[in-house]
């Protein structure tokens, strides 16, 4: 029979009656991908500190999931990878005098810069000229994209640097980092600083520091830390043989800070669904593949198309899903008062899963219950829009959490009440995926 989206459907219709079966592990302990589970490995991923790639968090944090994998009964391997990594010590930013949190734009120019304030004003470059731009966040700098194109402007109108508001995805107006990004395929600026050294302001700064740029009062700043050119991070990569045909799972694990809502949830569903996958029969083999590097451009993830799946001799002709645990799944809203930040009981609204549509009527069947989730066909983000672009049968998660970036992604962004229907629902969309005719 031909294996269409429309047939697995079916069969997860058909076993509906019986999913409440799923929620209990094979033997007889509470399900791996129950809320409880899920949210202890959430808690555990995060007090692991920061994920920056090739920080002792990340490093801890790739043994730790190798081990979990190995544990399970998976055929379990670390994978090494070098990158030039700057580790950052400090970031300090002073505008007429008063000193404002900043973060460094990466990769990090760390020369020291001084002069006269300047708004960023595309249609007036020549103001630029020997100037410090601020960069309102009016300018499309977001959390994942924007910031080498705003650096070049303003190095090609003779400016020396810049202070950039960055834009998260929603009012909390907290200090957000932004992905390094590449240009082209050549190490800028992933693996090579910015053109000019530039740094970002929280959003609730960011009135003040255009009425500073707006009189022409002064500012500097300078990034310190050490640059190491062959900083060693880890991918994880763990099998189950069992036929011919592949299930790939995959999740990215790096971040800048401890990105317990952006990361955490999607590690957290890794290690339950390979636990669920070591103790359930399936006729197709599965590979898990943990990514460090997310925040680099990537980087980690691309040795899953060079390295990994070519070893296994796995290509888009035989890999029957490819499922992506993206970012910010199964997040809470917040809300922002006067005294602090309010944890919601309703989901956030920044949260979709995204399928090719071969796959769209089996995900919608499964997952098509959960609170605040938005599921279609054609849009893509992050690692997978790789995954679809290079041929494969891809669906996942993508997001943004309300604290997504910063320093306060804590594991209160989720909880076992939100994290207990996806895991319900990945275990029924697999359960139809692996009896299907």
């Excluded at 379990?76 to 990878?81: C, F, H, I």
């Excluded at 955490?264 to 669904?273: K, N, Q, R, Y």
């Excluded at 399928?355 to 995900?363: F, G, N, R, Y």
Aim: charge should be neutral; aromatic fraction near 10%.
């Amino acid at each position: 029979m031909k294996e269409t989206g429309i047939g697995i459907a079916l069969v997860f219709l058909g076993l509906a009656l019986g999913l409440t079966q799923t929620v209990v592990a094979a033997e007889g302990g509470p399900s791996p991908l129950s809320g409880t589970v899920l949210y202890d490995y959430v808690k555990t991923y995060a007090a692991f500190g920061e994920h920056r790639t090739g920080g002792k968090g990340d490093l801890a944090t790739s043994r730790w999931i190798a081990e979990e994998l190995q544990k399970a009964g998976l055929q379990t391997e670390l994978k090494p990878w070098t990158l030039k990594q700057f580790f950052l010590e400090s970031c300090a930013l002073t505008v007429d005098g008063k000193a404002l949190e900043c973060f460094p734009g990466w990769f990090p120019n760390t020369r020291p810069v001084k002069g006269k304030l300047t708004v960023y004003d595309p249609a007036q470059p020549a103001i630029l000229k020997g100037n410090l731009a601020f960069v309102g966040s009016k300018y499309g700098a977001v959390s994942n994209t924007g910031m080498i194109k705003l650096v070049e402007q303003v190095r090609d109108a003779g400016g020396i640097g810049l202070i950039v508001a960055v834009r998260n995805f929603g009012d909390a107006g907290l200090l957000t980092a932004a992905n390094a990004e590449q240009k082209g395929q050549g190490p800028e600026y992933h693996q090579a600083p910015l053109p000019l050294p530039t740094v970002i302001i929280a959003g609730r700064d960011e009135a003040e520091l255009l009425k500073a740029a707006s009189e022409g009062k002064e500012a500097g700043f300078q990034v310190f830390g050490d640059t190491r050119e062959n900083t060693t991070a880890y991918n994880v990569v763990a099998t189950l043989k069992r036929g011919d045909r592949w299930i790939v799972v995959t999740t990215p694990t790096a971040g800048w800070f401890e990105c317990a809502g952006e990361r955490g949830p999607g590690v957290a569903l890794f290690l339950g669904l390979a636990r669920w996958a070591a103790q359930n029969s399936s006729p197709y083999s599965f590979i898990f593949i943990a990514n460090s590097g997310h925040e680099m451009a990537y980087m980690g993830a691309r040795y899953a198309f060079t390295d990994y799946l070519p070893q296994h001799g796995i290509t888009k002709d035989n890999v029957v899903c490819w499922f992506h645990l993206g970012a910010a799944i199964a997040c809470r809203a917040w809300k922002k008062g006067p005294t602090g930040f309010e944890p919601l009981s309703e989901p956030n609204k920044i949260y979709y899963l995204a399928s090719v549509p071969e796959l769209l009527p089996a995900v919608q069947a499964a997952f098509g219950g959960i609170p605040g989730l938005t599921i279609g066909s054609g849009q893509y983000a992050g690692e997978l829009i790789h995954i679809v672009k290079n041929g494969f049968k891809g669906c996942g998660f993508f997001g943004a959490n309300y604290f997504f970036h910063t320093p306060m992604d804590k594991p209160q962004e989720t909880g076992p009440e939100l994290l207990e229907p996806v895991g319900k629902a990945l275990t029924g969309f697999f359960t139809a995926l692996t009896h299907r005719p």
